[in-house]
């Protein structure tokens, strides 16, 4: 059975910074690309992050670059999401997500693996 579980979230003032870690379990992730959905109050689940599994590429959404930054550990079968600069628009619980394809170069919302959730708040 798969899972992924995140972890790390909390609360953080806006500026600072946080890691979040999402280890899977179940199956090896490492031909998957892994990454990192959130999702607001009253918003749809937006894209955040994803690390291909290559190992070479990265892509962002346009809100978080500069400031986050994916990374990966294959040995451990673990995805994380580097936060810093933290502004209260990034407040949302975020999911880890795991595409169900092997070799695919993004994570296609309708066939991955989704973790629970971690809450992240930032206060003004």
């Known amino acids: 059975q798969v899972q992924l579980v995140e972890s790390g979230g909390g609360l953080v003032q806006a500026g600072g910074s946080l890691r979040l870690s999402c280890a899977a379990s179940g199956r090896s992730f490492s031909i998957h690309t892994m990454g990192w959905f959130r999702q607001a109050p009253g918003k749809e689940r937006e894209f955040v992050a994803s690390?291909?599994?290559?190992?070479?590429?990265?892509d962002y959404a346009d809100s978080v670059k500069g400031r986050f930054t994916v990374s990966r550990d294959n040995a451990k079968n673990t995805v994380y999401l580097q936060m810093n600069s933290l502004k209260p628009e990034d407040t949302a619980v975020y999911y880890c997500?795991?595409?169900?394809?092997?070799?695919?170069?993004?994570?296609?919302?309708?066939?991955?693996?989704w973790g629970q959730g971690t809450q992240v708040t930032v206060s003004s």
């Open positions: 690390f291909s599994w290559t190992g070479k590429n990265t």
């Open positions: 997500a795991a595409d169900k394809s092997p070799f695919g170069g993004t994570i296609r919302a309708d066939n991955a693996y």
